[in-house]
């Protein structure tokens, strides 16, 4: 229905557990089923989303019934200079008449009034559970529009029922590679060119590294996603370097562009003074330029020893305090990292969205003292696990903070609705500041007693 | 409206835009009256800015610019209105009377019933006793009243005007029935302010009408200030109602400033029932929810032998302590039902404390109010900086330099007494920060500030608020007040990030749908 080739999405030849898989497990994937009756997270479709959201300057149509589109409508932290039109909410409002019939009409129809009131230099479609079932042929319908507008429409493939939100990352990931990439001309080149993979400028987190870039010339040329344009990623094939900054979303593009076009890739983190020092000293190395590793060993030195001075004064309030992480992907061992050099103690951290590499990262981070890693998360072990080793802080996303304030736990939100921005090396100082704001907010000490018991007394 | 639209019709916020007032305006300014060129203009404004004029300015001696409070008289109406079929009586010059209710009329935006015995140049010459009795008698006919509160403007207050003697002599005079309870208060103008009013006239009333028996009966008074919140009244009744306690609220304005549309205007509607006024002196316990309010009135209430507490029921441990109070006077545990409302407001805190910690305040009114929104400011995260009274006293003062100890975000407070509201201009302009809690009249201050280049945002919370409807009629008292604290500030905070962030395709990458 889904016209989904897994197969191909899961070439992961770098990853430790396909190498271990059978050739038929390995066709199967390896996304997790979420399990029917619990609570889950996004679907594919929101994963898609996640990634091509952030292309400011194209329409996003939604075909699919209101509520797709409604929920997800403006939703994400994501933010850009290029252009606010990504926030408009772009549906084909599927309704009873049209699952008889067919969509594919509404499709095209709707391509045309967006060209026509917007003029976009491109539309992404996004397809749905509804119309994948069915039956809309999206490509077909996509072609035909792209023909007669004369603008590409890309269908990207997301129907939510496929799998979890991380699946969709890899689908959109898919649409961005087969049907973008490649397809447009940078006015030139240097020999500094790199593309940022699954940086999506969340709270500006991309703005926050970008001069460390400009300091060092090296160019972002395409950036995918966070504050892009539709033109740039249109060239991201000529670039030198490939850097995977959230790994296990969009490692899989990754490898498509190096097996397509010869791009070398790295993985990388923000996270932390430690973690954004080796992701720019790869970064160079990479690139092979003598001058430039040294002037980025001697950049990087420099930025450490100013972070540590401002550091200085949040350090001495959150020094050995318990923090739990519960976010995913690379997030999940970066922080962890993070945290360390704040001199905070990580009590736990899960591990569901991350890469068996990210995994491994961890069980080398945690060697000296065995800390939760937590697989399978919810709301009651997040507050089991901090009331068990006494946690401090909780670092999570939207979903689970409201949970936290119900266990009276001081949160920090990490996730896609965060408001603060925390890449680099200002990064780390910011959400330093904010760790010492909300442990030592005072309304703590309100929700820890009861006042019932107190007056029975 | 649409008859407006067909004929026309534009009211003034629209009509003298257009050219021919336009040019009306223009053509004035140029021929008659020496208008003072642009460039002076904007000279004098950076010269406003400048430290040299906020020292200039801080260092007034006799001028005082926009003053932050009301006078003792005012303070008096708020705390007699609140007893049942009692009339506003108010012995001295009849325009003092007018504003009272003028001023009060336009916060509750109800009808504020209120008298004067209008004394005229002979009253001031030979006395106002004949004013207090025709006055008295014509009040009595007329409205028929089972009290009378007196209280006294400057008039009286500079001749003399012996209160005691006046309305013992109306009374043996047979103006008014002997029995008819006439307490009064002296309530100067030029001493103190609309607090002190309150407190003097609610010792008056209290000290004329109720004497103790000897017998201490199982039951608390309930004071609750100078407080222009129509919801705090009934939710500290509420909350007495939850513990199952026996209780008297002394001054209960909630119904008559907040009655309903019914078809009919009754002149005395709810209050604090006189036999329950007379009783006071008996119930074993009483708490008041304001201290520099009622200072007096602790003595008097000391000297019944009652056991007196004082809390300051704004924000999350004041709330505590008013539970704590309760509890410990009666013994009672604190309802479940209350402990969950205490749970709610702690929830929709760490909802929102996010957005205010780090964000600086500055505040402006009443001491008890500062004292209160300081502390829950804190609570919340935020630092209020400049705490401004221009009504505070020396023992304010100490007790705010009290609470700075008590929380690391009180690091940065100042504590300013006798400043108005000009001083606070200044000082913002010197010493910025983004949020003003304020009144109305703030609102100047706020386009100032605007005006010169400083973003300053105005919450309204405390007395006189004139320019926005209802929100007296909400409770910033107990748990439930909290929360609603809260959504003024936090949201305050986000119409101002908004405002901010607004700018097409300049800074709307942050104007979100999400906070």
Known sequence: ?457 | MGIDKELNIKDHLKLFREEEFKELFRDKASKYESKIPEDEINKIKEWHKSREYHELNWSREALVINPIKACQPLGAYLAAIGFEKTLVYSHGSQGCNAYFRTHLARHFKEPFPACSDAMTEDAAVFGGYNNMYEGLENAYTLYKPEMIAVNTTCMAEVIGDDLNAFIKNAKDKGHIPQDLPVPYAHTPSFVGSHIVGYDNMMHGILSQMSTPSGEKKDRINIIVGFDTYIGDYREIKRILDLFGVDYILLSDPSDILDSPANGEYKMYYGGTKLEDLKDAANSKATILLQKYTTKKTQELLKEWGQDVRVVNPIGIKGTDELMMAISGLTGKPVPEQLEIERGRAVDAITDSYYWIYGKQFAFQGDPDLAYGLSRYLMELGGEPVHVMCTNGTKDWVEDMEKLKEEFPQGKEMNVYMGKDMWHLRTLLIQEFVPFLIGTSYHKYVERDLNDLGFPLKLIRIGYPIHDRHHLHRFSIIGYQGAIQLLTWIVNSIFDYIDNDTKGMATTDYSYDIIR
């Open chain 1, 1 to 457: 229905m889904a016209n989904l080739d897994l197969e191909q999405l899961f070439n992961e030849s770098n990853c430790n557990i396909n190498k271990e898989k059978s050739e038929a497990e390995r066709k199967k994937g390896c996304t997790k089923k979420a399990k029917p009756g619990l609570a889950a997270g996004g679907c594919a479709f929101d994963g898609a989303q996640t990634v091509l959201l952030p292309v400011a300057d194209a329409a996003h149509l939604v075909h699919g019934p209101i509520s797709c589109s409604g929920n997800s409508w403006d939703n994400r932290g994501t933010r850009s200079a290029v252009s606010q039109f990504y926030r408009i909410g772009f549906t084909t409002d599927v309704g009873e008449n049209d699952v008889i019939f067919g969509g594919e009409k509404k499709v095209i129809n709707a391509c045309k009034e967006i060209k026509q009131k917007y003029n976009p230099p491109a539309i992404f479609v996004y397809s749905t559970c509804v119309t994948a079932m069915i039956g809309d042929d999206l490509d077909s319908a996509c072609k035909k529009a792209s023909v007669e507008l004369g603008i590409p429409v890309i269908p990207v493939h997301s129907p939510g029922f496929v799998g979890s939100k991380n699946l969709g990352n890899k689908l959109a990931g898919r649409a961005l590679l087969e049907h973008v990439i490649g397809t447009g001309e940078p006015i030139f080149t240097t020999p500094y060119d790199i593309n940022l993979i699954g940086e999506y400028n969340i709270a500006g987190e991309l703005w926050q590294v970008m001069p460390i870039f400009r300091d060092l010339g090296i160019r972002i040329l395409s950036s995918i996603s966070g504050d892009s344009t539709y033109k740039e990623l249109t060239y991201a094939h000529r670039s030198k370097l490939n850097v995977v900054i959230c790994s296990k979303a969009l490692v899989s593009l990754a490898e498509g562009m190096k097996q397509k076009y010869d791009i070398p890739f790295i993985e990388g983190s923000f996270y932390g003074m430690r973690e954004t020092t080796k992701t720019i000293l790869s970064i160079a190395e990479a690139l092979g330029d003598e001058d430039l590793i040294k002037r980025a060993k001697e950049y990087t030195r420099k930025k450490e020893e100013e972070t540590k001075e401002r550091l200085k004064p949040h350090i001495s309030l959150l020094r050995g305090k318990k923090v739990l992480l519960y976010t995913g992907g690379v997030k999940s061992w970066s922080m962890v990292f993070m945290l360390e050099e704040l001199e905070m103690e990580v009590i736990g951290t899960s591990i569901r969205k991350s890469t068996e590499k990210d995994i491994e990262k961890l069980r080398h981070a945690f060697e000296k003292n065995q800390k939760a890693l937590i697989e399978q998360g919810g709301a009651k072990d997040i507050i089991r696990i901090m009331e068990e080793n006494k946690g401090d802080i909780l670092l999570a996303g939207g979903r689970n903070m409201y949970t936290a304030i119900k266990g009276r736990y001081p949160f920090l939100d990490v996730n896609q609705e965060r408001v603060y921005p925390f890449a680099g090396y200002d990064g780390l100082v910011e959400i330093a500041k904010h760790m010492v704001n909300t442990i030592y907010s005072p309304v703590w000490k309100y929700a820890e007693n009861s006042l019932f018991m107190e007056s029975a007394l």
